[in-house]
């Protein structure tokens, strides 16, 4: 059997081993931007296989990535929430493209994610767990119609 002995962490191979490594590792950069608003390239899978969003300093409560849409300038995308429609932070985002002439294009069409109309105008909302809306980050992220907000996630008084 042969004896294996241990690398100087600063020989010639074992930096060669760390280069390829790193270099295989390295996430390819993406503009995509998922539902909370922020791009992929801000979300991270942990160990025990939840998602983890940071944006910047901005904290995100994004449990699940699910890119919708395609963004030119991703910077325009780094809001925080603070509502639906465009005090979300992916509302704030196209309306920060919009304003600057940025283009962006939907991944799926402009399709609401809940009934699967083809909208010209999606509400993105965040969701808690129970599927009731947030006036802040949360959890779970959706883009839908204008019928499907006042239908399924309006709050009834």
């Known amino acids: 059997m042969e004896e294996q002995t241990a690398l100087s962490p600063y ?3 074992a930096i060669r081993q760390f280069k390829e490594e790193r270099e295989g590792g390295r996430k390819k950069r993406v503009r995509e931007v998922c539902a909370c608003g922020h791009s ?3 979300h991270t899978e ?3 296989g939840s998602i983890m969003c940071k944006p910047a300093q901005i904290p995100c409560n994004c449990k699940k990535a699910v890119p919708v849409l395609e963004a030119e300038n991703l910077r325009l995308f780094l809001h925080s929430t603070n509502g639906v ?3 979300h932070a992916l509302g704030r985002g ?3 493209s919009l304003t600057r002439g940025v283009s962006f294009r ?3 069409g402009g ?3 809940s009934c699967g109309a083809e909208e010209s105008e999606l509400w993105p ?3 808690n767990d129970q599927a009731k809306p947030l006036e802040k980050s949360g959890p779970i992220n959706v883009v839908v119609c204008q019928g499907c907000y006042v239908e399924k996630f309006l709050p009834r008084s």
């Open 111 to 113: 399709l609401c994610q």
């Open 94 to 96: 196209i309306v920060s």
């Open 85 to 87: 429609g465009n005090l």
């Open 125 to 127: 909302i965040s969701l």
């Open 106 to 108: 939907w991944l799926n």
């Open 46 to 48: 942990m160990i025990d």
């Open 11 to 13: 020989s010639a191979e």
């Open 40 to 42: 992929m390239n801000y």
